[in-house]
Nanobody, 115 residues
């Protein structure tokens, strides 16, 4: 078991930046893939970015060039740096930890991009 706690969400103007953090209750080194997903009202949860232990990052086309995922295995934290935010980035952002047979989710953090 692992608990994932997201933080760093909030209200930001279009063009602004935010950095989300996902703190794990134990080592994340054992998880093959750490990721960020988001869900807007009325929509399905969608992939934002994932990062493997080998350092391979995958991004949704809608966030490429604007978002950066990183992980600090020593601190058990995964980050999502978001710049040039757009209103369509508004959603609840969820952290995910995926191992060979397990998948864990955090409770989510709200990001609202509006003027």
């Amino acid at each position: 078991q692992v608990q994932l706690v997201e933080s760093g969400g909030g209200l930001v103007q279009p063009g602004g930046s935010l950095t989300l953090s996902c703190a794990a209750s134990r080592s994340i080194f054992s998880f093959n893939v750490m990721g960020w997903y988001r869900q807007a009202p009325g929509d399905q949860r969608e992939l934002v970015a994932t990062l493997t232990t080998d350092g391979i990052a995958v991004y949704a086309d809608t966030v490429k060039g604007r978002f950066t995922i990183s992980r600090d295995n020593a601190k058990n934290i995964v980050y999502l740096r978001m710049v040039s935010l757009k209103p369509e980035d508004t959603a609840v952002y969820y952290c995910n930890a995926r191992g060979p047979w397990t998948s864990y989710w955090g409770q989510g953090t709200q990001v609202t991009v509006a003027s």
